[in-house]
C-alpha cells in the first residue's frame, strides 16, 4: 500500500528555517512527481514546489521561489523541502503529494494520488 509521511513540522521564528521530510513506503517515489502543496484555514490547497518524475526536474510557486528548495534522497526514498528565510505568511499545514501519472511538472492538487497526512509550520513574526 503506498503511503507517504510528512515530518520536520514546528515553531520558528521569522528569518528562520525548517527541512520537511516526506518518506514513501509502497512505492518507489524517484519515478513519481512529488509535490509540496501548504494550506491555510478556508483557502485552497496551494502548490508550493514540486520535482518531477522524468528529469526531476523543479518548479517553485513564485512566493517562495529563491529561499526554499526540493530536492531528493532516492537511497531513502525521501523528498525533503529546505525552507529558509521563513516568513509568518509560510504558516501553513503541509502536505506532500504523488501524482503517480504525470512525467513532469504537475501543480494541481486534484490530480495526485496519494497524500501524507500533513506537518504543521508556524512562523512568529
Known amino acids: 500500500q503506498a503511503q507517504l509521511a510528512e515530518s520536520g513540522g514546528g515553531l520558528v521564528q521569522s528569518g528562520g528555517s525548517l527541512r520537511l521530510s516526506c518518506r514513501g513506503s509502497?512505492?518507489?517515489?524517484?519515478?513519481?512527481?512529488i509535490g509540496w502543496f501548504r494550506q491555510t484555514p478556508g483557502k485552497e490547497r496551494e502548490v508550493v514546489a514540486c520535482?518531477?518524475?522524468?528529469?526531476?526536474?523543479?518548479y517553485y510557486a513564485d512566493s517562495v521561489k529563491g529561499r526554499f528548495t526540493i530536492s531528493r534522497d532516492n537511497a531513502k526514498n525521501t523528498v525533503y523541502l529546505q525552507m529558509n528565510s521563513l516568513k509568518p505568511e509560510d504558516t501553513a499545514v503541509y502536505y506532500c503529494?504523488?501524482?503517480?501519472?504525470?512525467?513532469?511538472?504537475?501543480?494541481?492538487?486534484?490530480?495526485?494520488?496519494?497524500w501524507g497526512q500533513g506537518t504543521q509550520v508556524t512562523v512568529s513574526s
Open positions: 520535482i518531477s518524475s522524468s528529469d526531476s526536474s523543479t
Open positions: 503529494g504523488a501524482d503517480i501519472e504525470a512525467m513532469g511538472i504537475s501543480k494541481v492538487s486534484s490530480e495526485y494520488n496519494y
Open positions: 509502497g512505492f518507489t517515489l524517484e519515478y513519481n512527481t
